[in-house]
Nanobody, 121 residues
């Protein structure tokens, strides 16, 4: 079994910062792309940022220059540093990973349970 466990969400005032972490554990051989998505109630889940195993990043236009995604491959962990937070960043944030397990099977779009980020005005 593989688990993606997010942490670091919470309540912050507009202009503040939060750092999300997502640690992958279990029968993992290697992880390809890891990413963060967010979803408001009744809306689709949208990409916030993603990072490949060799460090190539991709960001949603709405978070460019404010958010930074990084990863520690040795720890199978991805981070999302969120600065200059705005009320419209309020969402549940989900970690996502594409990985190979120890049996050589590929898994795509594996999700964590989500962590709530609330930005007050």
């Amino acid at each position: 079994q593989v688990q993606l466990v997010e942490s670091g969400g919470g309540l912050v005032q507009a202009g503040g910062s939060l750092r999300l972490s997502c640690a992958a554990s279990g029968s993992i051989f290697s992880i390809n792309t890891m990413g963060w998505y967010r979803q408001a109630p009744g809306k689709q889940r949208d990409l916030v940022a993603s990072i490949t195993a060799d460090g190539n990043t991709n960001y949603a236009d709405s978070v460019k220059s404010r958010f930074t995604i990084s990863r520690d491959n040795a720890k199978n962990t991805v981070y999302l540093q969120m600065n200059s937070l705005k009320p419209e960043d309020t969402n549940v944030y989900y970690c996502n990973a594409d990985y190979f397990d120890i049996y050589g099977l590929a898994y795509k779009d594996y999700w964590g349970q989500g962590t709530q980020v609330t930005v007050s005005s």
